[in-house]
Structures are given as structure tokens and as C-alpha cells.
């Protein structure tokens, strides 16, 4: 499986961003996807997460209320709309495709700056 994550880049405190993840070479449908996050010199943090069909999501305490995380199963792409962002916010996300304990696939990450 391959994931292509695109749409990071710099913004000012306060504005928005939206982090799309191009999947192939798998049947997108069946796995839950995940957004993490890693700032430097910190660990990689689970941000977001929606099941196969779009149904359930989950937020870190950080960013509920500011990123919503949805997929398009009919384009094999999911998104993080990242709004009221902040220099917290400072990371390369990943996006993250995992079906039980034994498949899973990772982007090569997208770096978001916040930052005036």
C-alpha cells in the first residue's frame, strides 16, 4: 500500500490548513485511518482517527474543536481540516492506514509551520 500526503506548508496563528492523504494499492474502505503528528524532539502523537466507513471519529484533547478529520472512500483520500491553528500546531503529520494488528501503512509525512 502506498499513502502521498499533501497540503502542509506555513501559516499564521490563527488560519487554517487542510492535509489531504492519497491511498492506492490497497482497498482503502476496510482500514481506519489516522493522522499523527511530530514535533521535534517529541514523540509522534495520534491527532485524528475515522473507521472504514466514516461513521466514528476520535480527536486528541489538543486539537477537538479545531481539526476534523473525514475520507472520501469513492477517492481513496482522507483529510484533516485544520482550523484556528497555533505554533503548538508545529509538526510533520503523517497519515497512517491500519486494518487489525498486522496491516498498516505510512505516509512520508507533510510539514505544517505556524507561524507569523
Known amino acids: 500500500g502506498q499513502l502521498v500526503e499533501s497540503g502542509g506548508g506555513l501559516v499564521q496563528p490563527g488560519g487554517s490548513l487542510r492535509l489531504s492523504c492519497a491511498a492506492s494499492r490497497f482497498t482503502f474502505s476496510l482500514y481506519t485511518m489516522s493522522w499523527y503528528r511530530q514535533a521535534p524532539g517529541k514523540g509522534r502523537e495520534l491527532v485524528a482517527i475515522?473507521?472504514?466507513?466514516?461513521?466514528?471519529?476520535d480527536y486528541a484533547d489538543s486539537v477537538k474543536g479545531r481539526f476534523t478529520i473525514s475520507r472520501d472512500n469513492a477517492k481513496n483520500t482522507v483529510y484533516l481540516q485544520m482550523n484556528s491553528l497555533n505554533p503548538d500546531d508545529t509538526a510533520e503529520y503523517y497519515c497512517?492506514?491500519?486494518?487489525?494488528?498486522?496491516?498498516?501503512?505510512w505516509g512520508q509525512g507533510t510539514q505544517v509551520t505556524v507561524s507569523s
Open positions: 497512517n492506514a491500519r486494518l487489525g494488528s498486522s496491516l498498516e501503512y
Open positions: 475515522i473507521s472504514g466507513a466514516g461513521g466514528s471519529t
